[in-house]
DNA sequence: TGTATACTTGAACAGTTATTCATATGTTTT
DNA sequence: AAAACATATGAATAACTGTTCAAGTATACA
């Protein structure tokens, strides 16, 4: 199963272990959907939107209450605000001169725990 | 139930429900996990990551095997696997010049799939 | 109509990050 | 010892990101 490397491939290395990548190549999900993901867990991997979609987990709220929860400008958790709605994980409605916000999705705080057993085994 | 807000106080507004504020801060978990759960999802928050995390949780790799696979430098892969190294996602063990890399904890791919069906779920 | 209020938005800035390049380390082989 | 090879690492760079600041909307109410 050895085989010439060609000038193009970017690994720099002669050895490889065809099989395994071969093997792990059919079993690799689409492109567009690992891009995705990453897009997704991006969202998450700001502590002020984790913060955010967890108050919103427990109650709608509106910009002012979420910022003085957590003690941020309206400006800031707006900009959040705005990022979380993009990716589909919020959204909003408007009362008079209030905007309420509220989970879109209800398994994030699935995915949340998931992340949490992680980081609470990571510390054993 | 009103108050008046302290100018310390950065959300720019009078009118907060305080209710709701209260209940929600009460049932907020720590700001160390929140913060350390931002921090893990910044790891999963990079398509190269999640390509190699996925990869190794089909078969154990060389660094060059992940290399060819994703069609990027050893290098670069080298430095991504350091820093899931950092996360405790993934170990690795040297056989004389190969170091293989695997996944150090089984549920991260539970944490993709959680991902996944939220991605699969905004395309309806 | 004008003022106050809740929120949004664009630009700017500082801080972070992924990749590249060059070089270093550790292991095997000759 | 030296050469070859797999991997690691430090520095540099370009791209990205979160917050702030200074406006701008939209709604309610006097």
């Not at 000038?7 to 290395?13: K, L, N, Q, S, V």
């Not at 990453?38 to 509106?62: H, N, P, Q, Y």
């Not at 910009?63 to 994980?89: G, P, W, Y």
């Not at 009362?95 to 510390?123: N, P």
Request: hydrophobic residues 40%; negative net charge; contains cysteine.
């Amino acid at each position: 199963m050895a085989r010439k490397i060609q000038p193009a491939e970017r690994c720099d290395c002669d050895v490889i272990h065809e099989d395994t990548v071969n093997q792990v190549r059919e079993k690799m999900p689409q492109e567009e959907n690992l891009y995705d993901l990453a897009e997704l867990f991006k969202v998450f991997g700001d502590s002020t939107r984790i913060k955010i979609l967890w108050a919103l987990d427990e109650a709608e709220m509106c910009v002012c209450d979420i910022a003085f929860l957590l003690n941020m400008t309206q400006s800031a958790i707006s900009h959040q605000l705005r990022v979380l709605k993009q990716a589909e994980l919020v959204k909003s409605r408007r009362e008079g001169k209030i905007v309420f916000y509220s989970l879109e999705d209800e398994h994030v705080k699935q995915i949340f725990d998931q992340g949490l057993i992680h980081i609470l085994e990571e510390r054993k």
